[in-house]
């Protein structure tokens, strides 16, 4: 079963993710790709406590993850991938790793820098431009807080700016 | 003999959860002022909401409930509070454990929230017994 999310959330592991899509998607693995949580076991298990005992969790810098990419979505598990960040996400694809796939902006909160496109992502110039360099990496990208939400798309994210 | 200081709480929680469980508790215990302050995560980043609660956790002891085990207001909640002895966070809050830890706040920490968890426990019964499938459920004891 190929990875059934791929998600840009800044709160990684969370109830949206393992309530709210975990009811839809029913999945069996999270792979969190983060430099920071890959290196540091506490913060890890602080992450994975109260998780149902059927998703089991997986810890990954970006190179691991590329490394691995493909046997995650060969594998019959059901992953959900989160990133905490656009630009890990697009670390991630470059190269069209991730070619085909939809990439689900989740959450990116209010920052200095940052404008409002959605009540849940807030970007800055940078990252509208990261977004937009994700795009060119043969995925298709939106904005969705909860499977039942409306879908935003990328131009709605990019061109957003009041 | 210095006095011990009593336990204050902080609930962490999405929407506006918190704000209501504190409501609550007032109505049904009273709450004394600085006895339970609240947090929702609502638009903040997690770097927001570790600022926020950090800027309420003064020197302990505390307890700081949060509503979901896993998630963004337990992980922060913990990793903020890694290492403190001066506090502790229990998840999964419900009214009977909030009420419970308002009228006995003067408990030593550890022995506090081990009683808390036990009356959270206690407080989720079925009627219908699940279990048993019959009409005698929602016994805290079960008959003799």
């Known amino acids: ?162 | 003999m210095s006095e011990r200081p009593v336990v204050r709480g902080l609930l962490v929680a999405h929407g506006t959860f918190a704000e209501g469980m504190a409501d609550a508790v007032a109505r049904i215990a009273g709450l004394e002022p600085g006895a339970l302050s609240t947090l929702s995560n609502t638009g903040l980043s997690p770097e927001a909401l570790a600022r926020e609660i950090a800027a309420v956790l003064d020197d302990g002891p505390w307890i700081v409930f949060t509503d979901m085990p896993v998630g963004s207001c337990a992980f922060t909640a913990r990793r903020l509070c890694h290492g403190r002895r001066d506090v502790a966070v229990v998840t999964g809050v419900n009214l009977p454990m909030l009420l419970d830890f308002v009228v006995n706040r003067s408990m030593p920490l550890r022995e506090l929230t081990s009683r808390l968890v036990e009356k959270g426990h206690q407080a989720i019964l079925c009627s219908p017994d699940a279990e048993k499938g019959t009409e005698d459920a929602g016994r805290a004891v079960p008959r003799g």
């Open chain 1, 1 to 162: 079963m190929p990875v059934v999310l791929y998600r840009v959330d800044e709160r990684l592991i969370h109830g949206q993710v393992v309530v709210g899509w975990g009811a839809v998607l029913h999945p069996t693995r999270i792979i969190v790709v983060d430099e920071e949580l890959a290196a540091s076991p506490w913060e890890q298990e602080l992450y994975v406590m109260g998780l149902p005992a059927e998703i089991h969790t997986i810890f990954a810098t970006v190179a691991e993850a590329r490394a691995r990419i493909e046997d995650w979505r060969a594998s019959p598990e059901r992953s959900i991938l989160l990133t905490r960040d656009i630009a890990t996400m697009l670390r991630l694809a470059e190269g069209h790793t991730l070619a085909g796939e939809e990439i689900n902006i989740g959450g990116i909160h209010h920052a200095p820098g940052r404008h409002a496109v959605l009540p849940y992502v807030f970007l800055s110039p940078v990252e509208t431009g990261e977004l937009r360099r994700l795009a060119e990496q043969d995925v298709r990208v939106g904005a969705r807080d909860l499977p039942a939400s409306r879908r935003f798309s990328l131009e709605h994210l990019v061109g957003g700016r009041r």
